[in-house]
């Protein structure tokens, strides 16, 4: 039997991966690429790795050096990028310490507290839109909802939301695992413009703080050394893109997934209350975050369709949570959405284990009021013209939408 092959350059794949997870997880669920790394698909598998401790997350310091020439070029641009690693390259202990700084801010009952203020900027957009007969979608909800809703976490001033969503899209672009190194160029760029912004207004907030996330971390930085200042930036520039990049996507993906199965729609308009399960359900069926890597700092062992499979430490191990979230071992017929599916809650697609998304009340929070609120007034939406995607793999999200009430 040939072994299927992961391209993540073949169009197909970028518009849509599903089938492709698929026949690697039926014919090769642990996957070796021609360029050494391991590629999971298997739920139980990808789960288990991401609440091991026998992996780290911090990539620059665990993995082998790479023998590919691209790789090995982009690896050095990283090494030699200034500022502090972000939480989410970090294992413990800095993990531990950075992640207790702010994860008060984030539980479900601080996060609730938000809910008027969203429900607000929801009812505007969709007010306007109802008033225009539809919208576009990414432009007029899923980008300004969540970007509107970070910056008043952070009390970080709007008036540039427009370079700051270029930036957003340039600094995720080196997630990508087919960045090439002019990507990379156009991401140290947007770096370069952004820090300096970010500079600025600390200087400004540490002379006048409020109530706000930044202020408090500006406190936490001024009171010793838990936080050193290129650790409070990069942490802010975490939280101000992963606040925004992703969630803009599972709104999009969202209505998209909902435009496909009708009667899902129906179901929700007429049970307002699945509105938590629905969105559990919606970031199963189609994620924003795709997949995500870690690399065993001791020999770990798989069982493959002929075997164990033994990966060595320092390989990239990819875990695939979209391929996970699609494995019908876990979830039953899992290429058909169903808001009402009583295990959606055990999807990966905020990852798990340690590293498990900070914002995930957050996110599902905004989806349930801005998806929840067009389910609710407008059930005959319709798609008007061709739905375009992001051509990205880490990230998948659609592009632009143009809907009709
Ligand atoms: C639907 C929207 C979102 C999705 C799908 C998502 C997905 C993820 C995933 C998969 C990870 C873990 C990556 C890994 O383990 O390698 C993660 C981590 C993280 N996310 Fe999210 N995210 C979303 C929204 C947000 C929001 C709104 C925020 C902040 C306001 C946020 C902040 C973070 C942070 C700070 C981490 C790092 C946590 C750590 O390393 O301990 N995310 N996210």
Same mark, same amino acid.
């Not at 540039?160 to 002019?182: N, V, Y």
């Not at 202020?215 to 050394?225: H, M, N, Q, T």
């Not at 179901?267 to 938590?276: D, G, K, Q, V, Y």
């Given at each position: 039997?040939? +072994?299927?092959?992961?391209?993540?350059?073949? /169009?197909?794949?970028?518009?849509?991966?599903?089938?492709?997870?698929?026949?690697?997880?039926?014919?090769?669920?642990?996957? !070796?690429?021609?360029?050494?790394?391991?590629?999971?698909?298997?739920?139980?598998?990808? !789960?288990?790795?991401?609440?091991?401790?026998?992996?780290? *997350?911090?990539?620059?310091?665990?993995?082998?050096?790479?023998?590919?020439?691209?790789?090995?070029?982009?690896r050095? *641009? *990283?090494?030699?990028?200034?500022?502090?690693?972000?939480?989410?390259?970090?294992?413990?202990?800095?993990?531990?310490?950075?992640?207790?700084?702010v !994860?008060?801010?984030?539980?479900?009952?601080?996060?609730?507290?938000?809910?008027?203020?969203?429900?607000?900027?929801?009812?505007?957009?969709?007010?306007?839109?109802?008033?225009?007969?539809?919208m576009?979608?990414? #432009?007029?909800?899923?980008? /300004?909802?969540?970007?509107?809703?970070i %910056?008043?976490?952070?009390?970080? /001033?709007? &008036?540039?939301?427009?370079?700051?969503?270029?930036?957003?899209?340039?600094?995720?672009? =080196?997630?990508e695992?087919?960045?090439?190194?002019?990507?990379? #160029?156009?991401?140290?760029?947007?770096?370069?413009?952004?820090?300096?912004?970010?500079?600025?207004?600390?200087? #400004? $907030? +540490?002379?006048?703080?409020g &109530?706000?996330?930044?202020?408090?971390?500006i406190?936490?930085?001024?009171?010793?050394?838990?936080?050193?200042? &290129?650790?409070?930036?990069?942490?802010?520039?975490?939280?101000?893109?992963?606040?925004?990049?992703?969630?803009?996507?599972?709104?999009?993906?969202?209505?998209?997934?909902?435009?496909?199965?009708?009667e899902?729609?129906?179901l929700?308009?007429?049970?307002?209350?699945?509105?938590? $399960?629905?969105v559990?359900?919606?970031?199963?069926?189609?994620?924003?975050?795709?997949?995500?890597?870690?690399?065993?700092?001791?020999?770990?062992?798989?069982? %493959?369709?002929?075997?164990?499979?033994?990966?060595?430490?320092?390989?990239?191990?990819?875990?695939?949570?979209?391929?996970?979230?699609?494995?019908?071992?876990?979830?039953?017929d899992?290429?058909?959405?169903?808001?009402?599916?009583?295990?959606?809650? *055990?999807?990966?697609?905020?990852?798990?284990?340690?590293?498990?998304?900070?914002? =995930?009340?957050?996110?599902?929070?905004?989806?349930e009021?801005?998806?929840? !609120?067009?389910?609710?007034?407008?059930?005959?939406?319709?798609?008007?013209?061709?739905?375009?995607?992001?051509?990205r793999?880490?990230?998948?999200?659609?592009?632009?939408?143009?809907?009709?009430?």
């Amino acid at each position: 039997m040939t +072994r299927p092959t992961f391209n993540p350059f073949d /169009p197909a794949f970028r518009a849509n991966p599903y089938p492709f997870y698929q026949a690697l997880r039926e014919q090769d669920p642990v996957h !070796s690429t021609p360029l050494g790394s391991i590629i999971l698909t298997r739920y139980e598998d990808v !789960s288990a790795t991401l609440r091991s401790n026998d992996f780290s *997350r911090d990539i620059e310091a665990t993995a082998n050096e790479p023998t590919d020439p691209l790789w090995i070029a982009k690896r050095e *641009r *990283r090494k030699g990028r200034d500022g502090a690693k972000t939480i989410l390259n970090l294992d413990p202990p800095d993990h531990t310490r950075l992640r207790r700084l702010v !994860s008060k801010a984030f539980t479900p009952t601080a996060i609730d507290r938000l809910r008027p203020r969203i429900q607000q900027l929801v009812d505007d957009v969709l007010d306007q839109a109802s008033d225009n007969g539809g919208m576009e979608l990414v #432009d007029e909800m899923a980008f /300004p909802i969540p970007f509107q809703v970070i %910056s008043d976490l952070l009390a970080m /001033p709007t &008036d540039r939301s427009d370079e700051m969503r270029e930036w957003g899209q340039l600094i995720t672009l =080196a997630l990508e695992p087919t960045s090439t190194l002019e990507d990379l #160029d156009r991401t140290d760029e947007a770096f370069s413009q952004l820090i300096p912004y970010l500079f600025e207004i600390i200087e #400004d $907030r +540490r002379r006048h703080p409020g &109530d706000d996330l930044l202020s408090a971390l500006i406190a936490v930085e001024d009171d010793g050394d838990n936080l050193a200042l &290129d650790e409070l930036i990069s942490f802010v520039v975490l939280l101000y893109i992963a606040g925004h990049e992703t969630t803009v996507n599972l709104i999009g993906n969202s209505i998209n997934a909902l435009l496909r199965f009708p009667e899902q729609l129906a179901l929700w308009h007429n049970n307002p209350s699945i509105a938590t $399960r629905a969105v559990d359900e919606l970031l199963r069926f189609d994620g924003p975050v795709q997949q995500t890597v870690r690399v065993p700092i001791v020999p770990v062992t798989y069982q %493959s369709l002929h075997g164990p499979v033994t990966v060595e430490p320092g390989t990239i191990v990819t875990t695939l949570l979209g391929a996970g979230n699609h494995d019908p071992a876990m979830f039953a017929d899992p290429h058909i959405l169903k808001l009402d599916r009583a295990n959606s809650n *055990r999807h990966l697609a905020f990852a798990g284990g340690i590293h498990y998304c900070l914002g =995930a009340s957050l996110a599902k929070l905004e989806a349930e009021i801005a998806v929840g !609120s067009m389910v609710a007034r407008f059930p005959n939406m319709h798609a008007l013209g061709d739905i375009t995607w992001r051509d990205r793999l880490t990230i998948r999200g659609v592009d632009h939408l143009q809907l009709e009430f």
